[in-house]
């Protein structure tokens, strides 16, 4: 039987937070030089999300944020990455937490494949993001866009 994806969304959650007490995620905003966002597409939970993923014990939050740009979008930064904020995320649990960074620069390493986690990645116009960009992407994409205060709330 296969599980819904809001009931994986939820036993991921708990799983991070009997393992974490607290979780700690980053998610990450890299835009090309033609204004086009990388979104992630999880096989997990529904919608396109800015890459990220929980910060693992021991790593500093930056360093979690270089690895997951690889591991979700084959993406390397080259410059070092901007704290554009940081978010507490009432939706996944009372103690979630998100910094998210932005990407000055950075180079594709390659096509990303598909995995166990990722169904698809690609780049997007700012201005014309996929239907299914989830509120919060597009709430922090137009922060970054628009030069807002980061809100309190993910």
Not at 56 to 83: C, Q, V, W, Y
Request: charged share 25%.
């Amino acid at each position: 039987m296969l599980l819904d994806r809001p009931l994986l969304r939820r036993l991921f959650h708990l799983g991070a937070l009997a393992t974490r007490g607290m979780t700690l995620g980053v998610r990450g905003a890299a835009i090309d030089a033609q204004g086009r966002v990388c979104l992630v597409r999880h096989t997990y939970v529904t919608g396109w999300h800015l890459p990220g993923g929980g910060i693992e014990p021991g790593e500093a939050a930056p360093d979690a944020m270089m690895r997951e740009f690889r591991e979700e979008a084959e993406i390397l930064p080259t410059a070092g990455l901007r704290l554009h904020g940081f978010y507490r995320n009432a939706a996944a649990a009372g103690r979630d937490h998100v910094a998210l960074y932005v990407a000055p620069a950075f180079t594709i390493l390659g096509r990303k494949a598909p995995d166990r986690e990722i169904a698809e990645c690609g780049f997007f116009p700012c201005d014309a993001l996929p239907e299914e960009t989830t509120r919060a992407t597009r709430a922090r994409l137009d922060e970054i866009r628009d030069g807002l205060p980061p809100a309190a709330l993910w």
